[in-house]
């Protein structure tokens, strides 16, 4: 399994951000896809995911602001990121992998480089 991260950079404290993850190779090995960020000096966590069935979860911290999604013709990813703060500032990694009936992931997991985003004025 590969994955494609596109769409990262520089924008203003409440501006938007689109990134983009396309998979290719080993589709179907794989139930859920989702995003991890990792900021300057602190753990890589997670900031959504979505399965093949769309069910989504998002970190506290996102919910209300970013919008995972998936286009499953084009095996792609997407996170729309609005009202960006400072603080979400990070490298986003694009995530894969399998995800059982109660939400734990399990087996091989998948990343792509990470894409930086950086919020600033």
């Known amino acids: 399994v590969q994955l494609q991260a596109s769409g990262g950079g520089l924008v203003r404290p409440g501006g938007s951000l689109r990134l983009s993850c396309a998979v290719s190779g080993g589709i179907n090995s794989i139930n859920v896809m989702g995003w991890y960020r990792q900021a300057p000096g602190k753990e890589r966590e997670l900031v959504a995911d979505i399965t093949i069935a769309d069910d989504t979860k998002y970190a506290d911290s996102v919910r209300g602001r970013f919008t995972i999604s998936r286009d499953a013709a084009k095996n792609t990813v997407y996170m729309q990121m609005n009202s960006l703060k400072p603080e979400d500032t990070a490298v986003y990694y694009c995530?894969?992998?399998?995800?059982?009936?109660?939400?734990?992931?399990?087996?091989?997991?998948?990343w792509g480089k990470g894409t930086l985003v950086t919020v600033s004025s």
């Open positions: 995530n894969a992998g399998l995800i059982d009936p109660h939400g734990e992931r399990f087996g091989m997991e998948y």
